[in-house]
């Protein structure tokens, strides 16, 4: 059930009231004079969570392919910090500098 609530008895005793959505799970319509403006109840976190989602994945590889996709992501990791060591030393050259790089 809903509590009608005056804004300003809200506004004047507002961590009660969160206190009492959080911990009694209530829900207050806040009146300005003749009209109700507002619901305030409690937040609903809707979707999955990472850890839900990790937790709905978990197990579904074998050991062989979690390993290989370790693997990858290493040497992806390790590619990507020399892609960025080789974008600063661009940055800092000159454009009609005699620098020859080989990509790998």
Do not use: H
Not at 3 to 18: A, G, M, P, Q, T
Not at 39 to 54: A, H, L, N
């Amino acid at each position: 059930m809903n509590n009608i609530v005056k804004v300003s008895d809200f506004r004047n005793n507002i961590s009660d009231y969160l206190n009492r959505i959080i911990y009694k799970n209530e829900s207050f319509l806040i009146k300005k004079g003749n009209s109700i403006v507002a619901k305030v109840t409690i937040y609903k976190k809707t979707g999955e969570s990472i850890q839900d989602k990790i937790k709905k994945y978990a197990g579904i590889w074998s050991v062989k392919d979690a390993d290989l996709i370790g693997k990858y992501a290493r040497k992806l990791r390790k590619e990507a910090k020399i892609l960025k060591t080789y974008t600063q030393i661009l940055r800092k050259e000159k454009p009609n500098s005699s620098v020859c790089w080989i990509a790998f």
